[in-house]
């Protein structure tokens, strides 16, 4: 806060022709005036330079130790989700795995249940045809034979 020397005040006054009286009562209300007003001085400026630069010192380093603490936070959650996602795809694998079994288990039993049909069939068409060869066999030369017997005759 600067000074107001009020001596030389009043002295300047009374030089300039104002009675004392008037000369102190003129500077009893500059004084007050002075006092009153909301000024910044010179050094009340550097000061609060100082502060600000002090506080933006420790917002930045503030800010450095969060920022810190915030990429370790991302780094620890990006592992845990990756270890979380390894875990869900070796389930999901076993889980598919176990899938794939069944599927391939119930297609071997298809295929051995049509196979065992498609044996039956064939076998059953064999055994037909070994039929009507014998019924061709037992019955055919003899109906050749009499038309042989017709043709050279």
């Not at 420790?58 to 810190?68: S, V």
Request: hydrophobic content about 40%; some cysteine; overall charge negative.
């Amino acid at each position: 806060m600067s000074y107001f020397d009020t001596y030389v005040f009043i002295k300047n006054l009374e030089n300039s022709g104002i009675p004392e009286h008037q000369a102190k009562a003129i500077c009893d209300g500059l004084k007050e005036c002075h006092e009153a007003s909301d000024h910044v001085s010179k050094s009340d400026f550097i000061a609060f330079g100082s502060e600000i630069k002090s506080e933006m010192s420790d917002f930045k380093t503030e800010i450095k130790t969060e920022m810190a603490e915030f990429k370790s936070e991302i780094r620890s959650d990006m592992a845990e989700f990756k270890a979380d996602i390894k875990a869900d795809m070796s389930e999901f694998k076993v889980s598919m795995k176990a899938d794939m079994d069944c599927l391939e288990s119930r297609l071997d039993k298809k295929i051995s249940d049509t196979a065992h049909r498609q044996t039956k069939v064939i076998g059953a068409m064999v055994v037909g045809s070994i039929t009507l060869l014998s019924l061709f066999d037992r019955y055919l030369p003899t109906n050749i034979a009499i038309l042989a017997q017709n043709l050279w005759s």
